[in-house]
């Protein structure tokens, strides 16, 4: 959100000047407007779900060593450019690149 707290005007403009567009979302409006939580973080959490029921069925269990390699394959499923832009269009917000 847009929260004096959430934003660094430094920050911003060099993020501008490398042709980064940011977005102030307003606040209390996360459940319909974040396209992270709108239609990223679901297949996420499936995804992993799924990495853990993989390592169970191999007689594994998910440990400080393995969770970092676990979460990654998850990830790399759920962080698709087609699944990220749709959580944008879910939104109404659409990239603008």
Do not use: W
């Not at 042709?19 to 996360?30: E, K, N, V």
């Not at 853990?52 to 676990?70: C, P």
């Amino acid at each position: 959100d847009g929260h004096g707290s959430h934003t660094a005007h430094d920050l911003r403009k060099l993020a501008v000047d490398a042709g980064i567009h940011c977005y102030c979302l307003p606040a209390h409006t996360t459940h319909k407007l974040q396209p992270l939580d709108v239609g990223v973080f679901g297949p996420l959490q499936r995804a992993y779900s799924s990495a853990v029921d993989d390592l169970i069925a191999k007689g594994e269990t998910v440990t400080k060593y393995n969770v970092i390699e676990t979460y990654m394959k998850a990830q790399k499923e759920a962080f698709k450019p087609e699944t990220i832009l749709s959580a944008f269009q879910k939104t109404g917000l659409r990239p603008v690149n």
